[in-house]
């Protein structure tokens, strides 16, 4: 199975900063990577597929860049809406695996 | 608007059974990739299983294997999950998610499986 490792577990930051969170695949998944943002008692929501495409109605501020093995979700300009548990997922190969999530606190 | 209903959650004593459904709304339901996605309490998500729109293509978990069986009824925009020889580990909300290509572009709100003697 391909392991998903996403780094930092927790990320303090506060309104207006840009943030960082990244994801690094035990084998080479090509583009094969989802990002996905979920709030507490809520369902997960896509942000970005193929690694960088933003999905339809999502914020500018969101990006998504990488290829292989290293992935960078990357949020410029932090909104209060934006705090919340963001999750990769590899879709190159079954088992399609999710990282473990970071969660994104404000400072 | 893509819109998804889970239902069919609820208590259920180790081994016994459980068939979640989800009411599919805003989609061409039939020719796309379908699946349930879990998330234990206060743990991460995991892919359980998911199925093509001919339900010739069908994935599971290994941890599920030959105690769940996914399926489909495309005349009625609904999806399904059969669960038995259910475990306290399978305690979990599942959502039923759209998956295009592998990942989930829509989802729904969830419904929570509890295994529990």
């Known amino acids: 199975d391909i392991q998903m490792t996403q780094s930092p577990s927790t990320l303090s930051a506060s309104v207006g900063d840009r943030v960082a969170v990244t994801c690094r695949a035990s084998q080479d998944i090509s583009r094969w990577l989802a990002w996905y943002q979920q709030k507490p008692g809520k369902a997960p929501k896509l942000l970005i597929y193929d690694a960088s495409i933003l999905q339809s109605g999502v914020p500018s501020r969101f990006s998504g860049s990488g290829s292989g093995t290293e992935f960078t979700l990357t949020i410029n300009s932090l909104q209060p809406d934006d705090f919340a548990t963001y999750y990769c997922q590899q879709y190159n190969s079954y088992p399609y695996t999710f990282g473990q999530g970071t969660k994104l606190e404000i400072k | 608007q893509v819109h998804l209903v889970e239902s069919g959650g609820g208590l259920v004593k180790p081994g016994g059974s459980l068939r979640l459904s989800c009411g599919a709304s805003?989609?061409?339901?039939?020719?796309?990739?379908m699946g349930w996605i879990r998330q234990a309490p206060g743990k991460g998500l995991e892919w359980v299983s998911f199925?093509?729109?001919?339900?010739?293509?069908?994935y599971y978990t290994d941890s599920v294997k030959g105690r769940f069986t996914i399926s489909r009824d495309n005349a009625k925009n609904s999806l399904f999950l059969q669960m038995s020889n259910l475990r306290i580990e399978d305690t979990a909300i599942y959502y039923c998610?759209?998956?295009?290509?592998?990942?989930?572009?829509?989802w729904g709100l969830g419904t929570l499986v509890t295994v529990s003697s």
């Open positions: 805003g989609i061409a339901f039939g020719d796309k990739y």
């Open positions: 998610a759209r998956a295009p290509r592998g990942f989930g572009d829509s």
């Open positions: 199925i093509d729109g001919t339900q010739t293509i069908i």
